[in-house]
């Protein structure tokens, strides 16, 4: 029967191709399919899409002369690729790395890895995010300029030393106070990790993004600019006009209210990893070796 079926397959479609598809070719479209989507979100978002524009026209015009053997041209294309790559490089140095860390903060291994997991941990308490949320808008009333940066996953080190080092508890009225006009640390940024402020007067760098409202100064700029190169939450709070925003994923929302601040703050208070099994192995073999030792 087989052989019968095999015999038509071949007499009425001869050229026709059924490919042999194993489980392996699907878990590679799938990771390729995934690969591809966060290249195109990466290129999106960022400079990268003036760069893919730019190798666009380019390849449209080397084709151009492929098509009419223009020599010359070919040649010129074919000795300048490397060096282009290692151009693009050099100068796409700072949305590469940002990709990298976008990659790092997937959490694909971390229910394989048995160190951390099961671990619950929670970046900073109920009075650190109510007093954020009270200086926040007791700022914004008089209209008092203020940026504030709330660490997460990726160590801010670099820009933390762009300012005045502290060692300083959060509460409403010693943020009040910092950013107070004439006072030495009111120019500039903090930077909050966990319920201390570590931080003053942190430059932050600025959003190139064409796309920005031309009626955003420089304040709401470094704030869109620092959550396009970190998973940091900004809160900014208008000189001019005394709205609260706050800026996260190269994305700001305007003018928002108590309520939808105190729901972006807990969105990233708490970060809990369930337990698995190679975790709860690793504990109870790390326990064991305790108790052995006494």
């Known amino acids: ?33 995934f690969l591809i989507y966060q290249i195109m979100i990466w290129i999106k978002n960022t400079k990268a899409w003036m760069l893919l524009k730019g190798i666009i026209v380019l390849a449209v015009f080397i084709l151009i002369a492929a098509i009419f053997k223009m020599h010359t041209i070919l040649y010129i294309a074919r000795n300048s690729l490397t060096v282009m790559a290692t151009v693009a490089i050099v100068v796409f140095q700072p949305e590469l790395r940002r990709a990298l860390e976008k990659l790092g903060e997937k959490q694909f291994l971390s229910s394989m890895v048995p160190f951390e997991s ?7 308490c109920e009075e ?24 997460q996953a990726i160590r801010l080190t670099e820009y933390e030393s762009t300012g005045i080092q502290m060692d300083c508890l959060i509460s409403s009225q010693v943020l009040i106070n910092i950013f107070e006009h004439n006072t030495p640390l009111h120019d500039g940024a903090i930077i ?20 920005i409202s031309k009626a955003l100064g420089t304040r709401h700029r470094a704030a869109l600019g620092m959550s396009e190169v970190s998973d940091a939450l900004i809160i900014v709070v208008s000189e001019e006009t005394g709205a609260v925003s706050v800026a996260q994923g190269g994305f700001l929302q305007r003018n928002i209210d108590r309520q939808e601040l ?29 108790k052995t030792d006494k």
Do not use: H
């Not at 095999?6 to 007499?11: A, K, N, P, Q, V």
């Open 1 to 33: 029967m087989e052989q019968q079926i095999s015999g038509l397959i071949e007499r009425y479609i001869p050229d026709w191709y059924f490919p042999v598809v194993n489980p392996t070719d699907i878990i590679e479209i799938l990771i390729l399919t």
């Open 118 to 124: 099961g671990r619950e941990r929670v970046r900073f």
């Open 128 to 151: 650190t995010r109510e007093s954020m949320i009270e200086a926040a808008f007791a700022m914004g009333k008089v209209k008092t300029g203020a940026l504030i940066v709330v660490e």
């Open 192 to 211: 909050v990790r966990g319920d201390r402020i570590v931080s003053a007067t942190c430059y932050l760098p600025l959003s190139d993004n064409m796309r």
């Open 262 to 290: 105190r729901e972006r703050l807990e969105s990233i208070q708490e970060r809990r990893v369930e337990p698995n099994k190679l975790a709860a192995l690793w504990k109870g073999r790390r326990k064991n070796e305790k």
